[in-house]
């Protein structure tokens, strides 16, 4: 004899599933986004070491 919650918990399961998937989906896509926008800031920057961390030249301008 089958248990008479087993549809309900199955779909629990399931609706449970989607939502976590989603959610990663969303998470993996946005990091995308955020890395290539981080890549494109990147490449208009100074090359490394021509200004400190506050945007001010290192020789003392």
């Known amino acids: 004899m089958p248990e008479p919650h ?3 918990i199955l779909s629990a399961f399931a ?3 989607a939502v976590v998937g989603g959610m990663v989906i ?3 896509l946005e ?3 955020l890395k290539a926008d ?3 800031i990147s ?3 100074p090359a490394s070491g ?3 961390q506050g945007g001010r030249k290192l020789d003392g301008e």
Do not use: C, N, P, V
Request: avoid cysteine.
């Open 50 to 52: 021509e200004q400190d």
């Open 15 to 17: 609706i449970t599933i």
């Open 6 to 8: 087993f549809g309900f």
């Open 31 to 33: 990091h995308r986004r």
């Open 38 to 40: 981080l890549t494109q």
């Open 43 to 45: 490449a208009k920057l």
């Open 26 to 28: 969303s998470l993996l």
